[in-house]
């Protein structure tokens, strides 16, 4: 089986400042581990993913996140927030033995302040 | 290079009506999946089919919904007698292939109500 847990429903931030978005997850084998955003009325778009290798994982629009096996997380980071990264985030994991599907967190609203 | 696109983006049906959902993945993705966001339930995995291989349906919540994929491209999701309860965003996602940490690509959703 395999979970994910985002333990923030709302992470509010003001611009310029570092954001951290957690995730935890759980799986039987070894994780594929993905982030997406969703806008408003939107669909989610793909912001990067842990594959193996390099902890630190680098993406879209000056997102990153590090993978810690030990504590079983993938947070998401970005240095320096924008008031138009304001949005929803997902957290992803997919086992690498079996699943196909991906099981996502229940969602991060990030709110950037002016 | 065109997205996932999705059919219509917006729906209002009666209770008990039928509905056909319909997805056009990226071209040359042969994986496609089927996810229901609603507002108790997060995002759910519903059905995916990889190629000529039969689909896994084992997200599908009952016999109501039910879904196909035509000549390996475009699929359709249909919920028969749909109920207030299937009022959601059904989003659609593609990948080149399953097996590996392919990205799955997401359309921009349909928005069920059930009136």
């Known amino acids: 089986a395999q979970s994910v847990a985002q333990p923030e429903d709302q992470v509010n931030v003001a611009e310029g400042n570092p954001l951290t978005v957690k995730c935890t997850y759980s799986?039987?084998?070894?994780?594929?581990l993905f982030w997406y955003v969703q806008y408003p009325n939107r669909g989610l778009q793909f912001l990067l993913k842990?594959?193996?290798?390099?902890?630190l994982v680098k993406g879209s629009y000056g997102f990153e996140a590090e993978f810690n096996k030990s504590q079983t997380s993938f947070h998401l980071k970005k240095p320096s927030a924008l008031v138009s990264d304001s949005a929803l985030y997902f957290c992803?994991?997919?086992?690498?033995?079996?699943?196909?599907?991906?099981?996502f967190g229940s969602g991060t609203q990030l709110t950037v302040l002016p | 290079g065109a997205g996932v696109s999705q059919s219509p983006s917006n729906k209002v049906t009666e209770k008990g009506k039928d509905v056909e959902l319909r997805c056009d993945p990226i071209?040359?993705?042969?994986?496609l999946y089927w996810y229901r966001q609603s507002l108790g339930q997060g995002l759910e995995f519903l059905i995916y089919?990889?190629?000529?291989?039969?689909?896994?349906k084992s997200g599908l919540p009952s016999d109501r919904f039910s879904a196909e994929r035509t000549g390996g491209s475009v699929s359709t999701l249909t919920i028969q007698r749909t109920q207030q309860e299937d009022s959601a965003v059904y989003l659609c996602?593609?990948?080149?292939?399953?097996?590996?940490?392919?990205?799955?690509?997401f359309g921009p959703g349909t928005r069920l109500l059930v009136l």
């Open positions: 089919f990889q190629g000529n291989s039969a689909p896994d």
């Open positions: 996602a593609s990948s080149y292939r399953t097996g590996g940490p392919e990205t799955q690509y």
């Open positions: 842990y594959i193996t290798g390099d902890n």
């Open positions: 071209s040359g993705h042969t994986a």
């Open positions: 992803a994991v997919r086992d690498t033995g079996s699943a196909r599907q991906l099981t």
């Open positions: 799986v039987s084998g070894n994780p594929y």
